[in-house]
């Protein structure tokens, strides 16, 4: 076997070669990772960025959802508002309506009640005359009523016709006993107890018992009834007053021929 020796020099000078060429190698590989590092940050940077671009274009579409919804809901609201203001509207235009009707029933009615209190003076001026000055009382009431501008037209009327019920109804179907101060059949004031039994009879009997009288409507005056009827009257009124049951008689107006 042959052995061939590299002069040391020569070796020396091959390892310096080859180390020189590792170095040149390792350099650019260096830069390299290096330059690979930096592009993953700034990847990584800008992967923030797009994910921080992402979350916020998010947040606005909801946002954006929301105030849609909420432009739908307004819509619905306005609507509805409009409705209820178009309501209010025929409302109001049906209430100024119905107050110049209210004017012209107003002008309407105060004539009319007017004249309902003046017929209810003279009919009881031309009544049977029972309680003749409660009556009239009653109907000046009115009349001092419709001056008044605290009490509406509809509260007169109500008062008007009640106070027509009271002389038709009342009146008219139920019977008194009360006291009072007449001119008797016999031309004299004095204090008597009268009997009403509706508008049928009207008759008075003295407190002495002396003297017993009717009205009579037809002549408009009052007649003395006979003596014999004093007492029953006496006792028909007695019993009247405790309401016990008793049958007594008074003297009615014939019935009028058709």
């Known amino acids: 076997m042959t052995w061939n020796f590299i002069h040391p020099s020569r070796l020396a000078g091959a390892i310096g070669g080859l180390f020189c060429v590792q170095l040149a190698v390792a350099q650019p590989i260096g830069e390299l990772y290096q330059a690979g590092e930096e592009r993953i940050l700034q990847a990584q940077a800008q992967q923030g960025q797009i994910d921080a671009i992402v979350d916020d274009t998010e947040d606005d579409f909801e ?21 209820q203001v178009n309501g209010q509207r025929r409302e109001l235009n049906n209430l100024y ?44 009431r009115l009349r001092a009523l419709l001056v008044r501008s605290d009490v509406t037209a509809a509260e007169q009327f ?9 002389e038709m109804e009342d009146y008219g179907t139920t019977g008194e006993i009360y006291t009072d101060e ?55 009124i007695d019993a009247y007053k405790t309401s016990t049951p008793a049958m007594f008689v008074v003297p009615v107006p014939a019935p009028e021929e058709g």
């Open 63 to 83: 946002a954006y959802q929301t105030l849609l919804r909420e432009i739908e809901d307004l819509e619905i609201y306005n609507n509805l508002l409009r409705a």
């Open 182 to 236: 007449i001119v008797t059949a016999d031309g004299v004031g004095r204090e008597v107890e009268l009997l009403r039994i509706g508008r049928l009879a009207l008759v008075y009997v003295t407190p002495d018992g002396s003297q017993a009288g009717a009205w009579n409507q037809a002549a408009r005056e009052w007649v003395i009834l006979p003596a014999e009827m004093v007492d029953a009257l006496r006792e028909g």
């Open 158 to 166: 109500r008062l008007v016709m009640e106070a027509w019920l009271i």
């Open 97 to 140: 309506t119905s107050i110049d009707e209210v004017g012209l029933i107003e002008r309407q009615v105060l004539p009319l009640m007017t004249r309902m209190i003046s017929g209810l003076e003279h009919f009881i001026q031309l009544d049977v005359p029972f309680l003749v000055d409660e009556r009239l009382e009653r109907a000046g």
